[in-house]
């Protein structure tokens, strides 16, 4: 459904001759002959334009419909139809909010052209509108991969996105890179488009990060008086992403009470604003990730079973960094080169041999992101020509990985001290972790790793209350 015109003109012939032409343009379509309770029937059906006759052979005139529209503040469009083809009625008729007019006679393409026109240029005001207000600055990395298990998903996720799947869910932890995923999957969606590709719609919604009252208003839109601070009526993100792409990221984390209305929109690509009583339809491609385990969610009834098993039915996980360590290479270096550039740091030439081997060992608790803000901090500190061991940040820390991740032990058993200094029981403990971790728990091969006693470890654990 290309969208909604609401057709007036006291003319029946016209409007009905208009509005088959438009449904074979693919858009739905309202007409009515007087200016009867028209206000109300554009509050309650929401369309996207309204074809506007000026003359209506009665009391009001299209103009003071059109004043009523606009001091409404009604979200649409309005396009007047005119008799007069003089420039006062054009101007008059545009001074009060038209978006155009059209004279009559007129040629049925010349009307379909500039309902196009007026709606592809109020998307696209929305979607400027929206990303000004929301989106946080982007940088657009590519899919780096060397590792067989992320060169597979690629694969899959591009024939997912030729086939034109409209569900689609992307799994695996924090900083793995889903967001970047979702982003080329909506390319290659529409990578046959040309040019126009560019423009069609992504939208991205941090499910964490809306409060709790405004988000089924930011999600679906709501209608004029829905709540107290509604003074206007407005399109809520699956609108804006008609046509395009939906991003619903974090979605593990929604609440109960959403998770049916979501289910709603995915099954049926309708959406019902706040306060409004008619269904919306939505062409949009909807692209969930999570970093949560939906499975458990859905056994401590936190998620929708039903719910689940509609995004689950074309899935993709990206594994941690740490199991797909043959790609930690080829990201340091296209990071090294992309923020080189950004930088105008153009004396680095890389990494000393030492320094990607601590790259390739570290475990990266916070995976492609971390690895990502790590190269940045070096390449923007460092004024060499490569990039060395101590270079590197001794205090990165993260859930499941060392806070220590470069000190381990060389020939000449040398750890290098940052300038900033740091805490030697913090290293202490560090490295006790980590020789745990690597003995499976077992304290006497942890004992035996770091050269003390078991008794001396026993102690330690005891002291960092490491259990």
């Not at 001759?17 to 007409?31: H, K, P």
């Not at 126009?196 to 999600?219: G, Y």
């Not at 809520?236 to 929604?254: K, S, V, Y």
């Not at 460092?382 to 499941?400: K, R």
């Amino acid at each position: 459904m290309k969208g909604r015109i609401f057709l007036l003109d006291d003319d029946e012939l016209i409007i009905t001759m208009l509005s088959r032409a438009l449904r074979n343009e693919g858009f739905e379509t309202q007409v009515q002959t007087s200016g009867q309770d028209v206000i109300d029937k554009i509050e309650t059906w929401h369309p996207d334009l309204v074809l506007l006759d000026i003359q209506l052979g009665e009391d009001r005139t299209g103009l003071d419909i059109l004043n009523e529209i606009k001091k409404d503040e009604l979200d649409t469009q309005v396009v007047m139809l005119t008799g007069d083809d003089t420039a006062e009625t054009a101007i008059r008729a545009m001074k009060r909010g038209a978006a155009d007019y059209l004279t009559k006679p007129f040629n049925v393409n010349e009307v379909i052209m500039v309902i196009k026109g007026v709606l592809e240029k109020s998307k696209l005001k929305d979607e400027v509108r929206y990303l000004r207000k929301t989106r946080q600055s982007y940088d657009h990395h590519e899919m780096v991969a060397e590792s067989p298990a992320v060169k597979k998903i690629i694969e899959h996720a591009k024939k997912i996105a030729t086939a034109g799947v409209p569900t689609i869910l992307i799994t695996g932890e924090s900083g793995t890179g889903k967001e970047v995923l979702a982003r080329y999957i909506h390319h290659w969606m529409h990578l046959g488009e040309g040019e126009a590709a560019e423009d069609i719609p992504f939208i991205e919604v941090n499910c964490t990060a809306l409060p709790d009252n405004l988000i089924e208003s930011e999600l679906f839109g709501h209608t004029k008086g829905a709540f107290t601070d509604a003074k206007t009526e407005k399109k809520g993100m699956f609108q804006l992403a008609d046509g395009g792409t939906i991003l619903l990221d974090e979605i593990g984390d929604i609440r109960a009470d959403l998770q049916s209305k979501f289910l709603r929109v995915i099954e049926n690509r309708n959406v019902r604003r706040l306060g409004g009583k008619v269904d919306l339809p939505v062409e949009v491609t909807v692209i969930a990730t999570t970093n949560k385990d939906l499975n458990e969610a859905v056994a401590n009834k936190e998620f929708r079973e039903d719910l689940f098993f509609r995004l689950n039915t074309f899935a993709l996980h990206l594994p941690p960094l740490r199991d797909r360590r043959e790609d930690i290479p080829q990201l340091a270096k296209y990071f090294h080169d992309f923020f080189r550039q950004k930088y105008a740091k153009k004396s680095l030439n890389g990494f000393t041999a030492e320094a990607e081997k601590w790259l390739f060992d570290y475990n990266w608790p916070g995976n492609i992101r971390e690895l990502k803000n790590v190269i940045e901090r070096c390449v923007v500190l460092e004024n060499n020509d490569l990039i060395s061991p101590e270079h590197l940040p001794l205090d990165l820390s993260g859930s499941g990985g060392s806070t220590l991740p470069f000190v381990e032990r060389r020939q000449n058993a040398r750890l290098i001290l940052p300038e900033k200094g740091i805490s030697l029981d913090e290293v202490e403990k560090d490295l006790i972790k980590q020789a745990l971790e690597r003995a499976g728990n077992n304290q006497t091969k942890a004992a035996k790793l770091l050269n003390i006693s078991y008794d001396s470890l026993r102690y330690q654990v005891k002291k960092f209350d490491l259990k």
